[in-house]
């Protein structure tokens, strides 16, 4: 189990590494525009970069399945983010690929860690 975490942490970081030194293919990956301000930018690099990263890293070092869990909640709760997007707000092709990677990594890192 433990290289499913290794892999679980290796996920946050990666994708958290494109959105905090790529904000704008992220926000153009997610069909966000840049508004008159830089706001928009900043709040990729730190809510879908820089966090990400946090929570990456953070349980690599701490090693314990408490930490390698919060990965779980953490990404289990985009894939409800993203479920009710896919309920209130439309469908879409991309939306379906991105909860179906949060799902996998969220109720993976639940079910090795609180199994």
Avoid: H
């Amino acid at each position: 189990m433990d290289i499913l975490n290794i892999l679980f942490a290796l996920a946050s970081i990666g994708l958290g590494v494109i959105g905090w030194f790529a904000p704008r293919y992220t926000m153009d990956m997610l069909d966000l525009k840049q508004g008159s301000g830089n706001m928009g930018p900043s709040e990729i690099r730190a809510a879908s970069g820089a966090l990400f990263v946090g929570l990456g890293v953070g349980a690599l070092l701490i090693g314990d399945p408490i930490a390698y869990g919060m990965i779980g909640c953490a990404w289990t709760g985009a894939a409800i983010g993203r479920a009710t997007s896919l309920i209130l707000d439309g469908t879409s092709a991309l939306k379906w690929k991105f909860l179906a990677a949060e799902v996998v990594v969220g109720l993976g890192a639940l079910w090795v860690n609180f199994g």
